[in-house]
């Protein structure tokens, strides 16, 4: 198939990698020159307008930073689809700003799925993320094979929104989880537990997490980890911040009582807002190692 790929950041530029090595061909667009450059030197065709990238394709997958640049994006490029061409978006965004995105698509004569993603960076090269899709199920038949060389699992959620509702449920434990790690990991570090113990004994244990077993903050036991590498994302802070305000509005729209999940966004907001956005959000180890003298 032909697939247009707007975003080559850090989770759509190995995205975009792996759709070219499974056959696909790929026109992509991104703003940013070093985003353009790696995505060439995988096989990339890249285009210099978000519009030139969707013309004359079967799907179009943007991968953007957030739902107000998904919704630019949809009215910049949509009457430049041809008819009927398969919108994804694996941003995570807003349920009513995917379901928006949905409404702008079908009026333009296009079809939708919203497709958000867990798995991180290491997921996206290795092309096993989890995919949490939106939709019809004959619209996700029909984008099997675009989601298949990017993907370890592909789970229908139900209809438009509802791949973002999961995702933000996800993300929610996430954070709640990497703070616990951390809370844990400097506990034992201070007891003279050593990181690589700490790991051996808890990544096999029932404390086992994505946070700790593929995430760990602490460098050493996981080498692909972003402690290894002075927290250089990987998953960035500002982007998790984003989705734990996006999950604050959910549990409050809800009304759902969520006393530990409002304290960790809270914890995550600060950190943020006081420069640490750009770091992976393991890095909030480096908070909770700063609170105790
Ligand atoms: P990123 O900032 O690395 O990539 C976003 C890219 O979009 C950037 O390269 C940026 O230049 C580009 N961009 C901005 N405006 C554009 C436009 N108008 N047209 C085309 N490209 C444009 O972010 P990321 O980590 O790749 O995350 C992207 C999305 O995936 C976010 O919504 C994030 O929440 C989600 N996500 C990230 C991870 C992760 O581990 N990084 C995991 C799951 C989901």
Redesign the pocket.
Same mark, same amino acid.
């Given at each position: 198939m032909k697939i247009g790929f707007?975003?080559?950041?850090?989770?759509?530029g190995p995205m975009a990698a792996n759709l070219v090595k499974g056959g696909h061909r790929v026109v992509g667009?991104?703003?940013?020159e070093s985003?353009q450059v790696a995505a060439g030197e995988h096989g990339v065709e890249v285009v210099d307008a978000?519009s030139a990238a969707v013309a004359d394709v079967d799907a179009v997958i943007t991968?953007?930073?957030?739902g107000a640049?998904v919704l630019a #994006?949809y009215d910049e490029v949509l009457a430049a689809a041809r008819p009927g061409t398969l919108f994804i978006d694996?941003? #995570?965004?807003a349920v009513d700003d995917a379901r928006q995105a949905s409404a702008r698509a079908d009026a333009a004569g296009h079809r939708f799925l919203d497709a958000?993603?867990?798995g991180?960076?290491v997921g996206a090269e290795a092309g096993s993320l989890t995919f949490m899709v939106g939709g019809t199920e004959e619209d996700l038949e029909a984008a099997r094979p675009v989601f298949e060389p990017m993907a370890g699992r592909i789970v229908h959620c139900g209809e438009t929104g509802n791949g973002q509702v999961a995702k933000l449920c996800n993300n929610l434990i996430l954070a709640i989880s990497m703070v616990g790690v951390s809370e844990a990991a400097v506990m034992g570090e201070r007891l003279g537990l050593s990181h690589q113990a700490f790991y051996d004994v808890i990544s096999t244990s029932a404390g086992q997490c994505w946070a700790l077993n593929v995430n760990c903050p602490v460098p050493g036991p996981v080498p692909t980890s972003p402690a290894n590498r002075d927290f250089a994302?990987?998953?960035?802070t500002a982007?998790m911040n984003?989705?734990l305000g996006l999950a604050m509005a959910a549990l409050e729209s809800t009304g759902t009582d969520a006393p530990v999940g409002t304290l960790v966004a809270d914890l995550y907001r600060a950190f943020s807002e006081g420069g640490a956005g750009g770091l992976d959000f393991s890095a909030i180890i480096n908070r909770v190692r700063q609170e105790v003298a």
């Amino acid at each position: 198939m032909k697939i247009g790929f707007l975003g080559l950041g850090n989770m759509g530029g190995p995205m975009a990698a792996n759709l070219v090595k499974g056959g696909h061909r790929v026109v992509g667009f991104d703003p940013v020159e070093s985003a353009q450059v790696a995505a060439g030197e995988h096989g990339v065709e890249v285009v210099d307008a978000p519009s030139a990238a969707v013309a004359d394709v079967d799907a179009v997958i943007t991968m953007l930073p957030n739902g107000a640049l998904v919704l630019a #994006t949809y009215d910049e490029v949509l009457a430049a689809a041809r008819p009927g061409t398969l919108f994804i978006d694996s941003s #995570t965004i807003a349920v009513d700003d995917a379901r928006q995105a949905s409404a702008r698509a079908d009026a333009a004569g296009h079809r939708f799925l919203d497709a958000p993603v867990s798995g991180g960076v290491v997921g996206a090269e290795a092309g096993s993320l989890t995919f949490m899709v939106g939709g019809t199920e004959e619209d996700l038949e029909a984008a099997r094979p675009v989601f298949e060389p990017m993907a370890g699992r592909i789970v229908h959620c139900g209809e438009t929104g509802n791949g973002q509702v999961a995702k933000l449920c996800n993300n929610l434990i996430l954070a709640i989880s990497m703070v616990g790690v951390s809370e844990a990991a400097v506990m034992g570090e201070r007891l003279g537990l050593s990181h690589q113990a700490f790991y051996d004994v808890i990544s096999t244990s029932a404390g086992q997490c994505w946070a700790l077993n593929v995430n760990c903050p602490v460098p050493g036991p996981v080498p692909t980890s972003p402690a290894n590498r002075d927290f250089a994302p990987g998953f960035a802070t500002a982007l998790m911040n984003k989705d734990l305000g996006l999950a604050m509005a959910a549990l409050e729209s809800t009304g759902t009582d969520a006393p530990v999940g409002t304290l960790v966004a809270d914890l995550y907001r600060a950190f943020s807002e006081g420069g640490a956005g750009g770091l992976d959000f393991s890095a909030i180890i480096n908070r909770v190692r700063q609170e105790v003298a």
